[in-house]
């Protein structure tokens, strides 16, 4: 899981240094069933990035990172790593993030929370990972560049050891 943590963070600090805008039609929840959970189970980040443009995002990079936008957020998806980050609109609350994770955790039986309330840059996280379908969620909240909070969300597989 941390080396996959440790790459989704080079996306994260690409995405919360990106301008924010009025509010998304789509939610980070919808965001992370829509296209992180496909992504995970073997969709390609092709055709996740095309059913986003359909969606009325737009591509866009953010860093050097290939990105989807629209409104305030951000979707980024990967092949290598397979991995899937979504930047929340600055409005969403950590406690917010943290109902969304706990509640997908309890979709998933088996699920195992965390032990850990703090990532390995210091932020508070909420990370919960679902062994029977070899995949985690996280949310940490992370700072804007512009001092204001952003919650990112990363679903991935997790790894073998």
Known sequence: MNQIWKASILYLAGA???PVSAASAIDASTAITRYCEPLVSGATASKI???AKADGFKGDKVGNYPALIKDD???MVSDAPRVCTVQ?????TFAQGVVLVDKWAS???GAVKSPSNT??????VRAWSAPKEKRYLL???QTH?????VLAFILAPLTQR
């Not at 929340?88 to 969403?92: M, Q, R, S």
């Not at 990532?119 to 508070?124: E, K, L, S, T, W």
Request: glycine share 10%; charged share 20%; no cysteine.
């Open 73 to 75: 957020m951000i979707v």
């Open 145 to 149: 560049p512009r001092g204001y909070k």
């Open 88 to 92: 929340a609109p600055p409005a969403v």
């Open 139 to 141: 949310v940490s909240e």
């Open 119 to 124: 990532g390995p840059d210091g932020a508070r």
């Open 16 to 18: 919360i240094s990106y």
């Open 107 to 109: 979709r998933h039986p």
């Open 49 to 51: 990035t095309a059913t």
